[in-house]
């Protein structure tokens, strides 16, 4: 088998090796991995900055799909041709996180889904939908879970207002699935022609940021003064201030991202004024991920991304890091 590893932090450290292919044991399924989707938490692991203790070498990336290429002793829930998917942490099927369901997540705590097969275990699968492709499915994991979580956080009911930033993976698929809950979706870019990309998909009203750096008055002005009901932050600390005001009174944030930096202090008194909520979306289980991919089957929803062959990692590592992308980056093992 062949994969992609890094020995020392860095892009460049990035190395195409060669492994012996492993054999499942008890419990255990062989993948043959087909497609690969990037995350930035990918790149923040590959240039140590999410966590500069982590053993290495390591195998990164949480996201890929494949085919079932041989099961282990005991394994009763997979056969040879299943098309699936990973879970993001193979310890989280069901209930709260806990710090054991915690590890065990791929491209961290264990090597990821960056090599041309895997060995999971059989709880640590889940099966595609029907009408997606392998490249459309291993977009699914890490993104779109995220972005289903971040929106079950405001337990909205149709027609409530939904503010997303940016264009990314998670972006995209929250104004996808906010669509399906029947909301009003908000979003805000840097680039035109990515708004009018995100208009085609389901986006409400959008705003340039360069151009009106304001857009937390926007979004006020766009809901009658009174804010919207949840806002799926990416940024972090330096638009959490602006988040923070976008709300409604008793308003979510659904905090998922740590992209943006600011010397701006975090305002304490805008979290009591609004009587905010603020809640942290790490991913999900892997039941989460169940009930997701039963939304997307019977939608018919289809993820929205750019495929690249897989021996141009470095280069796809890279574009996100320049944030020149719309939706997700996809490697397609050749």
Same mark, same amino acid.
């Given at each position: 088998?062949?994969?992609?590893?890094?020995?020392?932090f860095?892009?460049?450290?990035?190395?195409?090796?060669g492994?012996?292919?492993?054999?499942?044991?008890?419990?255990?399924?062989?993948?043959?991995?087909?497609?690969?989707?990037?995350n930035?938490?990918?790149?923040?692991?590959?240039?140590?900055?999410? #966590?500069?203790?982590?053993?290495?070498?390591?195998?990164?990336?949480?996201?890929?799909?494949?085919?079932?290429?041989?099961?282990?002793?005991?394994?009763?829930?997979?056969?040879?041709?299943?098309?699936v998917?990973?879970?993001?942490? %193979?310890?989280?099927?069901?209930?709260?996180?806990?710090?054991?369901?915690?590890?065990?997540?791929?491209?961290?705590?264990?090597?990821?889904?960056?090599?041309?097969?895997?060995?999971?275990?059989?709880?640590?699968?889940?099966?595609?939908?029907?009408?997606?492709?392998? %490249?459309?499915?291993?977009?699914?994991?890490?993104?779109?879970v995220?972005? $289903?979580?971040?929106?079950?956080?405001?337990?909205l009911?149709?027609?409530?207002?939904?503010?997303?930033?940016?264009?990314?993976?998670?972006?995209?698929?929250?104004? %996808?699935?906010?669509?399906?809950h029947?909301?009003?979706?908000?979003?805000?870019? =840097?680039?035109?022609?990515?708004?009018?990309?995100?208009? =085609?998909?389901?986006?409400?009203?959008?705003? #340039?940021?360069?151009?009106?750096?304001? $857009?937390?008055?926007?979004?006020?002005?766009?809901?009658?003064?009174?804010?919207?009901?949840?806002?799926?932050?990416?940024?972090?600390?330096?638009?959490?201030?602006?988040?923070?005001?976008?709300?409604r009174?008793g308003?979510?944030?659904? %905090?998922?991202?740590?992209?943006?930096?600011?010397?701006?202090?975090?305002?304490?008194?805008?979290?009591?004024?609004?009587?905010?909520?603020?809640?942290?979306?790490y991913?999900?289980?892997?039941?989460?991920?169940?009930?997701m991919?039963?939304?997307?089957?019977?939608?018919?929803?289809?993820?929205?991304?750019?495929?690249?062959?897989?021996?141009?990692?470095?280069?796809?590592?890279?574009k996100?890091?320049?944030a020149?992308?719309?939706?997700?980056?996809?490697l397609?093992?050749?």
């Open positions: 088998m062949f994969a992609w590893q890094f020995s020392s860095g892009v460049d450290s990035l190395d195409f090796v492994r012996t292919t492993p054999t499942p044991g008890p419990g255990e399924v062989l993948v043959r991995v087909r497609a690969i989707s990037l930035y938490r990918d790149l923040l692991m590959i240039k140590g900055r999410y #966590n500069p203790k982590m053993a290495l070498p390591r195998i990164p990336c949480s996201d890929g799909a494949g085919e079932v290429a041989e099961v282990g002793e005991g394994v009763t829930a997979w056969k040879t041709g299943d098309r998917a990973a879970i993001f942490m %193979q310890n989280w099927f069901d209930g709260a996180l806990t710090p054991a369901k915690a590890r065990g997540a791929l491209g961290g705590d264990i090597d990821g889904m960056l090599a041309d097969h895997v060995v999971l275990k059989e709880t640590g699968l889940v099966r595609i939908p029907d009408h997606l492709s392998l %490249q459309e499915a291993a977009t699914l994991p890490c993104a779109a995220t972005a $289903w979580n971040a929106l079950g956080a405001g337990k009911k149709p027609g409530a207002s939904v503010l997303v930033q940016g264009t990314g993976g998670v972006a995209i698929f929250a104004i %996808q699935f906010a669509r399906l029947g909301l009003r979706v908000l979003g805000i870019s =840097s680039s035109p022609e990515k708004l009018e990309r995100a208009l =085609s998909l389901g986006l409400d009203a959008g705003l #340039n940021y360069r151009e009106n750096p304001n $857009w937390d008055r926007w979004a006020l002005e766009q809901t009658g003064g009174e804010g919207v009901d949840l806002v799926v932050e990416v940024g972090g600390v330096g638009t959490l201030p602006r988040s923070l005001r976008s709300i009174m308003g979510v944030i659904a %905090q998922v991202g740590v992209l943006a930096d600011t010397a701006e202090p975090l305002p304490i008194p805008s979290i009591l004024h609004k009587q905010a909520r603020i809640q942290g979306i991913v999900g289980s892997r039941k989460d991920f169940l009930e991919n039963r939304a997307i089957s019977l939608t018919q929803l289809r993820p929205v991304g750019e495929n690249f062959p897989w021996t141009q990692a470095r280069e796809v590592m890279q996100m890091e320049e020149s992308h719309f939706g997700k980056l996809v397609t093992v050749e």
